[in-house]
């Protein structure tokens, strides 16, 4: 029997998750910042893993980001959500965060997210 390939790459995901997740782990010191991807939206999540809690999250969806963007999947909504973000980290007196870029390589819309982080005063 052939394995369809969307199981493979659910399989390889999956393996990629749990050893980044391995060395990467959100205290209340120095949460954990997520980014998710899908094909029309993005999303990040600020976590305590001890806690398990969100601290803080934003998204594409939001009316407040969406209404400043032409498109809510391409480099300019990143940008704009690492704006966002960086402020609402703020409000919550958090500067420093660990990075946890999901499966995704660091390129692209991640890369414009962290960038955009990083220059709205986020330390990661």
Do not use: C, H
């Not at 997740?21 to 959100?26: D, F, S």
Request: no cysteine; glycine share 4%; charged share 35%.
């Amino acid at each position: 029997m052939i394995t369809p390939k969307y199981i493979i790459k659910n399989k390889r995901k999956n393996r990629l998750r749990k050893s980044i997740r391995k060395n990467i782990n959100g205290t209340p010191d120095r949460p954990r910042m997520i980014i998710k991807k899908s094909n029309k939206y993005l999303y990040a999540q600020v976590v305590d893993d001890e806690n398990y809690k969100v601290l803080v999250s934003v998204s594409t969806l939001e009316k407040d980001v969406k209404s400043q963007l032409k498109s809510t999947k391409d480099k300019e909504a990143a940008r704009a959500m690492g704006k966002v973000i960086a402020e609402r980290l703020k409000e919550k007196k958090i500067i420093t965060v660990t990075f946890d870029r999901n499966v995704y390589p660091f390129m692209g819309r991640v890369k414009v997210f962290a960038d955009s982080a990083r220059e709205n005063g986020i330390k990661f």
